[in-house]
């Protein structure tokens, strides 16, 4: 048994005949942040439905908080879909209050006190009575960042979280998100970008469903060889290393 917040252990998951994750394994400790980056389709939104319990795996498993991911652990797990999952005709609060109530919080006092506490950090006090479906796209982004973390879980999946956002709030989600490890929450977090890729603990580099290279940002650049290397260098280098790998074979 390790203290692992997620383990992984040579999963597989088809869609069809296609082979979407392919023997994957990888152990995320608990308290860090852990990003996922890969190019579209590399199967990142698919390893997350599998983390949370969302898709049976085809083969091997995933130990969530020690066990099989069930519906129970909804209490202490948080999860920001890549498309925000809003109601639209619902207010700001309404849907954050909603979430809070169905993932355990039953006192409406201390939940509405969260419920203003997480509109302040996702800086949507002004909207907080504006229904879903007049706001602009990334401020559906800051809702439904709100709804995954107004139960304080420990363990947070956060799926491109920042793609929309302005700058300036980007710095502001990854300052909150920093402040979550620091106190002791594990964040997983997928994305494209090296922005965001930099400011996470470990990495891993997916293609086509699989792990191409696991380690911090500063082992990855290291692998490279070339001092100069950037985390943009780095996954071009492991990406082509994987190419050239699968062209031998
Ligand atoms: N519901 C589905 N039915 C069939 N194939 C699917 C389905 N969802 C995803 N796929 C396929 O699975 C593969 C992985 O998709 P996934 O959404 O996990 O990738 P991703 O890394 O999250 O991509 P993106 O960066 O675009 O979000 C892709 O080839 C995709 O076409
Ligand atoms: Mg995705």
């Given at each position: ?15 069809g005949?296609l ?11 608990s ?9 579209n ?36 797990i948080g999860?920001?879909p ?37 509109i ?27 709804c ?95 190419e ?6």
């Amino acid at each position: 048994m390790t203290d692992a917040a997620i383990a992984v252990n040579n999963l597989a998951f088809k869609y069809g005949a296609l082979k979407v994750i392919d023997d994957m394994t990888m152990e995320i400790e608990s308290g860090t942040s852990y990003g996922l980056l890969g190019p579209n389709g590399a199967g990142k939104t698919t390893l997350i439905r599998l983390m949370v319990g969302l898709l049976k795996p085809a083969g091997g498993n995933v130990l969530c908080l020690g066990k099989p991911p069930t519906r129970s652990m909804a209490k202490n797990i948080g999860y920001m879909p890549q498309l925000p999952a809003l109601y639209s005709e619902l207010s700001v609060e309404q849907n954050i209050d909603f979430f809070g109530r169905i993932y355990g919080l039953k006192d409406s006092k201390k939940r509405w006190e969260r419920v203003n506490e997480v509109i302040k950090v996702v800086d949507l006090w002004e909207k907080r009575k504006t229904q879903i479906v007049n706001l602009s796209g990334g401020m559906k982004q800051r809702v439904s960042l709100a709804c995954a973390i107004v139960h304080q879980p420990s363990l947070i999946f956060l799926d491109e979280p920042t793609v929309g956002l302005d700058p300036e709030l980007r710095v502001h989600f990854w300052d909150y998100f920093t402040d979550l490890t620091k106190a002791g929450h594990t964040l997983i977090i997928s994305s494209h970008t090296f922005d965001d890729a930099a400011h996470c603990q470990r990495l891993a580099f997916l293609r086509l469903g699989r792990v191409v290279a696991q380690g911090t940002p500063a082992e990855l650049r290291a692998a490279t060889g070339n001092k100069e290397a950037s985390l943009e260098d780095a996954f071009l280098y492991f990406i082509k290393h994987d190419e050239v790998k699968e062209n031998v074979q």
